[in-house]
């Protein structure tokens, strides 16, 4: 009985999206419902999981491309959940017009979320911390009881994000690294948006873009 995480790599973009579930309440989310929403929601029929809601890390379309199918197929009590920083980006599709992608972004997200805001998942807290830079509204999802975080597009596995973008500012990005991740205790579990997991205390001393 304790918190699940089963990671799909999924769109065009290869984006990592996280199925989160209390096995105990059978609650989950999903953190990033990056593509094909039906490969998820399969997922969470087969283990008798309901989703709760759906927590976006940052507005783009490779981010939030299968929010459209999940909602189609588990409409009830679905809450959706964003920076409102993001909301222009969300409202221009996630910027995949550049990139040739039109999705639909399916329902406005209706839970909108602050710095220090508290999300649930059964019995699990995650605190928000705003971290913007690759995008405006960029927040993390930080769990302490299970020592992990979810990290969107801000870092990644000795890399860090864009911020050539609409919105993207390398100034905010590294005050939001150091701020808002390198002041997690060393041990804490990084998830991020692309490629593999990595650590707070492994990046502090290996990234090779923003040092501890
Ligand atoms: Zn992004
Ligand atoms: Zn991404």
Not at 13 to 42: E, F, H, M, R, S
Not at 43 to 71: N, Q
Not at 118 to 137: C, D, I, K
Not at 148 to 166: A, H, Q
Request: with cysteine.
């Amino acid at each position: 009985m304790s918190l699940e995480i089963q990671t799909f790599i999924l769109g065009p973009a290869q984006t990592n999206a996280y199925l989160v579930a209390d096995t105990q309440t059978n609650q989950a989310v999903v953190v990033d419902p990056a593509w094909d929403g039906g490969i998820i929601v399969k997922e969470t029929v087969a283990r008798s999981w309901k989703i709760t809601g759906l927590w976006y890390t940052h507005a783009h379309f490779d981010h939030i491309g299968g929010a459209a199918e999940i909602v189609r197929l588990q409409a009830e009590d679905l809450m959706i959940a964003m920076h409102p920083g993001d909301l222009t980006l969300w409202r221009a599709g996630g910027g995949g017009k550049l990139f040739g992608l039109e999705i639909d972004p399916g329902p406005e997200p209706d839970r909108l979320l602050s710095h220090g805001d508290q999300l649930e998942v059964g019995r699990y807290g995650f605190e928000v911390r705003h971290a913007p830079g690759h995008t405006p509204g960029l927040c993390v999802f930080y769990c302490q009881e299970e020592n992990l975080c979810f990290s969107g597009d801000l870092i990644f596995y000795r890399g860090v994000g864009r911020t050539d973008l609409p919105g993207g500012d390398w100034g905010e990005l590294e005050k939001s690294i150091r701020r808002q991740i390198y002041t997690l205790p060393p041990e804490t579990r990084l998830l991020s948006g692309h490629g593999p997991e990595t650590s707070v205390g492994e990046e502090t001393v290996s990234n090779p873009f923003i040092r501890g």
